[in-house]
């Protein structure tokens, strides 16, 4: 049998901080990824992201584990956008956007000028209302 704990507020130990629950239930990012799309797309870490499909050069599917409840949720994206992958590499050199969204997943792209390319670090945060 599951368990349920209701509460209006969390406060710290001492109690002198202090947080309505409305703020971290709707205020908490509900998925975030940090990849890389150079020679194999990998998710370096994750929350509530299932899988990430690479579809085209500089091209990225983010699957979704649990789907938001439509597909008006919220998205921030960082492509730092090169090639490289060691010290130094990251030059800021790509932009990137996103594109194509459903309630289980988003397209991201990454490119060059006009060019697709994949990218050394990108980062998705996710908020909305999961379903």
Same mark, same amino acid.
């Given at each position: 049998?599951?368990?349920?704990?209701?509460?209006?507020?969390?406060?710290?130990?001492?109690?002198?901080?202090?947080?309505?629950?409305?703020?971290?239930?709707?205020?908490?990012?509900?998925?975030?990824?940090?990849?890389?799309?150079?020679?194999?797309?990998?998710?370096?870490?994750?929350?509530? $992201?299932?899988?990430?499909?690479?579809?085209?050069?500089?091209?990225?599917?983010?699957?979704?584990?649990?789907?938001?409840?439509?597909?008006?949720?919220?998205?921030?994206?960082?492509?730092?956008?090169?090639?490289?992958?060691?010290?130094?590499?990251?030059?800021?050199?790509?932009?990137?956007?996103?594109?194509?969204?459903?309630?289980?997943? $988003?397209?991201?792209?990454?490119?060059?000028?006009?060019?697709?390319?994949?990218?050394?670090?990108?980062? $998705?945060?996710?908020?909305?209302?999961?379903?």
């Amino acid at each position: 049998m599951a368990s349920e704990l209701r509460v209006n507020t969390l406060k710290d130990a001492a109690g002198s901080n202090e947080v309505a629950m409305t703020y971290v239930a709707n205020g908490s990012a509900k998925a975030w990824v940090h990849f890389t799309s150079v020679t194999t797309t990998t998710a370096q870490d994750s929350l509530n $992201i299932s899988s990430l499909t690479d579809t085209d050069t500089g091209d990225t599917t983010v699957n979704i584990s649990n789907a938001f409840s439509n597909d008006d949720y919220a998205c921030v994206m960082f492509t730092n956008a090169d090639s490289g992958t060691g010290a130094g590499a990251f030059n800021n050199n790509y932009t990137g956007g996103l594109f194509s969204r459903t309630t289980s997943s $988003i397209d991201h792209t990454a490119h060059n000028g006009t060019n697709p390319t994949d990218s050394a670090l990108n980062d $998705i945060v996710f908020h909305g209302d999961l379903a």
